[in-house]
Every structure is written in structure tokens, then in C-alpha cells.
């Protein structure tokens, strides 16, 4: 028998709530702590460490899953790529990753 998905969101929510709350208090423990002293600003409340958090994912992380599938995609598409590619395009592609230069040169070859 699977689980009533209203149950499951109820689950979903709840611990959303929670962890807003956590990382609300962590931010505002961590402003609090560390800015005042170093920077000479103000401390800041509960609800403005929230905002601060909020804004900061808006700017900086984004609301995407960070699920692994992204990479994995990326990885396939170059792999795919790599597949179709002749012998002398690879060559090609190698000599481009490396500015022309050998992988185990030494630093003095590196600079001639």
C-alpha cells in the first residue's frame, strides 16, 4: 500500500518550515556573532536574518533541485560528442585543452 500523497506534502511542508526557521535563527546567530564585532554594523532580527538568507539563494544559489542529474547529463553530452568525433578531431580537441603544450612538460618546457 503506498502512503496518501496529501500526507507526503503535509511532510514536505512541515519540514520546509523548519528548516527556514533553523536557517533563519543559524543566519541571524552567525550575523549577530560575526558582523558587529569585525564590521562595526548593526545586529540584525530573526525575520531580517530570513530575508537575508532568502535574498542570498535568490541572488547566489538559485531555487533549483540539487539533485546529481545535471552533471550526469553534461557528462553524457560530452561523452556523446567525444563518440563522434574522428581520431584527428580528438587529437585536435587535446592539443586545445592543453594550449598545444604536453601534459607532462616540465615548468622550464612550459615557458619556452
Do not use: D, Y
Amino acid at each position: 500500500m503506498g502512503r496518501h500523497p496529501i500526507l507526503k506534502g503535509i511532510r514536505i511542508a512541515l519540514f520546509v518550515v523548519v528548516a527556514a526557521i533553523a536557517f533563519g535563527f543559524i543566519v541571524k546567530i552567525l550575523w549577530n556573532t560575526l558582523v558587529p564585532p569585525i564590521f562595526g554594523w548593526h545586529t540584525i532580527t530573526f525575520w531580517q536574518g530570513l530575508g537575508l538568507l532568502v535574498l542570498s539563494k535568490i541572488l547566489f544559489g538559485g531555487f533549483h533541485r540539487h539533485g546529481g542529474g545535471g552533471r550526469n547529463r553534461w557528462r553524457q553530452r560530452i561523452k556523446e560528442r567525444w563518440e563522434q568525433m574522428t581520431p584527428e578531431e580528438r587529437e585536435k580537441f587535446r592539443s586545445g585543452m592543453r594550449c598545444g603544450r604536453s601534459p607532462f612538460a616540465s615548468s622550464a618546457e612550459r615557458q619556452i
